[in-house]
């Protein structure tokens, strides 16, 4: 009987609560999408004790507060802890919706929500985006683009409370367009209406990613039966010829810097037609993303499986070597299809696509040092950053010797890398051999043996190819010679 709990969850038609009539219980009964102030209605009606917990985590630029809902009657039987965030770009609508259905969905019938499960949804990260329907938030930043220097209140909430809560599974919730130019001058429209995808950073252990993408092959066989058009996601160009791929291997996004603490950790991409006269198909993008929670959250059995995948991920050492440099690659250059939308039929085509590239290659690694030190001069605003990320480190009270690495960084190359089909932004680094150098007092010692060791590294690691010193604060501490303010220790 529990096992049929969570699907009768979010396909049920279920009444409205008093003061929040505008929010349906079923994505599918939408008539359009819900603004702040009706989802402020919603909170505030559907929180009651012992189940509905609606607390404040940031105000943003403009004034307006970033909430975070916990879902939760088990009390502490419900040890599995899932986080589902959405609308980190502001025109971004299909999850924020489908996360407010879920709440009003529970709030009028508990027994729906399973009781191990202990649930935390932050529906509208980027407020001030979503009222004015555009990507970025109150100060213009693009908060998947923040998830390394943190500067932004709304991306700090999110990584406060995934540090208070330290979620099993953490999902993030994305739209992307389907009927772009380039692809309406291809006479196609992009295929499905909804995609998945999961960590992807090649030091986050093996066995948590090899479950992500399990996951993400298994959604394929439940939305193949439910008729609903998916596929995994990837970003690029189109087929035949141009390169097609998963998203990015960095940390500085969602997915992959909740992965790094050692979440189960995926991107929902719901697709979206923009241009104008297309019908509005918002309760299927709502309710093709809820099916996807449901598919994640799993039964009692898959959550225990999870559980302990987390909790050893959490416990497990580095890898004796760090991959530095790796992309996505075709090995064996089989050719693949991908599957289009005629627009002139309404049917798919499945294209040859030689350039969909799904194999994560390393092609430079380094030994995986004991700890990182930052030189004195660095240290305030590399102590700011630690602590955003709550990445515990020391302070030198005095001047000491340790035997590191100096770094130093030849050039950074801004502009993409046609050729080899590689972002901008790459930092070429040359690391020296260990010999002994004096840290002055307040300098920063950042162990490698504490939880977040996953996370430092895709913070500190100067060996990146992509890594800190493509922001311009960060590369404005490097030195006249070069030599980058974060040392290795061996």
Known sequence: MRRRLLPALLVAVLGALPGSAAVPADPLQLKGTIPYAEM???LKAAARPGLITVTEEARTHEGRKVYLVRLNRGGAK??????????????????KDAQLCLIQAIAARPELLPADVDLYLMPMVNPDGGEAYR?????????????ITLDQPETQALHRVALRVRPHLAVDTHEFTRDGKDWEARGWDCWPLVTL???????????????????????QVLMDRAGIPFARYT?????????????????DDGRNSLGCMGALSFIIEAGVRRQAGAADDLPRRADAVTRL??????DAASRRRVEALCDRARKAPLPPFLATNFFWANVDGQVPTVRVLDRATGRPLDVPAPGLMTDLVVKQSVATPRAYAVDAAAAPAFRTLLDRHGIRYEVLAAAASRKAEACRLLRFEPDPDELYGRYGNRQIVQRAAAQDHPFPAGSLIVPLDQPLARNAVGLLEPCLLYGIYGYPAY????????????????
Request: aromatic share 6%.
């Open 40 to 42: 402020e209605a919603l």
């Open 78 to 95: 419900a040890r599995f802890r899932a986080l589902l965030y959405a609308q980190q770009h502001g025109n971004e609508l299909a999850g």
């Open 293 to 298: 929670y449901r598919h994640l959250l799993g």
């Open 135 to 147: 990507r970025t938030n109150g100060a213009g930043a693009d908060l998947n683009r923040d998830h």
């Open 475 to 490: 590369r404005a501490l490097v030195g006249p010679d070069g030599t980058t303010p974060v040392w290795r220790l061996p």
């Open 197 to 219: 995808d999961a960590l992807n950073v090649p030091w986050i252990p093996a066995e948590l990613r090899r479950e992500g993408l399990a996951r993400v092959a298994s959604a």
């Open 235 to 251: 970003v690029g160009g189109l087929p035949p010829l141009d390169e097609i791929r998963p998203s990015t291997t960095e940390v």
